[in-house]
């Protein structure tokens, strides 16, 4: 966390038109079978290991200090951060009724934060028209950082198709608008510590998530234990 912390703090001004991804089994294994969103997560300037095993694959091959730093836990940091460096934030992605209720508990939790835009988007694909209002929008609020908030892999590939078109770091945080507004609970301290974070999201939503961990978490195993040999 420390080392991306530096990293915004050193370059912010020099991160305008880029994007961080928070790259988890899911995004990993959606990459590997798909060409073109591949090359949506390898163009991102930098991304998280949002995830036990991504992080603990990147140790196994030689990044001994990595550790799990996830999508929602980078956000928090940097609203923190942010308070003391007046960052400007944009939330876009989720519902305008979770919008509503980020807004409150984030303004109750971190006094001060200065909150520039928030925008939900329509559960469809954009018109040309509509797109570029909303680029307008976002870039006349002039944020630091855009907080993508749409679920993997749709959020990448927003900030890939937008990399040079908005003029500030989005950064793909997936569910974390629904854990800040309060909508879904994490998992306890323990869960995380012992990477059984996505099990305790699986309890909460098995309909959603049962098939989609099977396939990915099944196949990350598979081709991690090829690579090593």
Known sequence: MQLFLDFIQNNIKNLKNEYICATNVHTVITAYDDDQYKKVQNTAIASLPDGGPIASYCIKKGYSETKRTTGPDFMGEILKLGLKENYKHFFYGSTKETLDKLKIQLENDYKGINIVGMYSPPFRKLTDEEDKDIIKMINDASPDFVWIGLGAPKQEIFMYEHKDKINSLMVGVGAAFDFFAGNIKRAPAWMQKL?????????????RLFSRYLYTNTKFIFLTKILRK
């Not at 990477?195 to 309909?207: A, F, I, S, T």
């Open 195 to 207: 990477n059984l974070e996505w099990l305790y999201r699986l309890l909460q939503d098995p309909k």
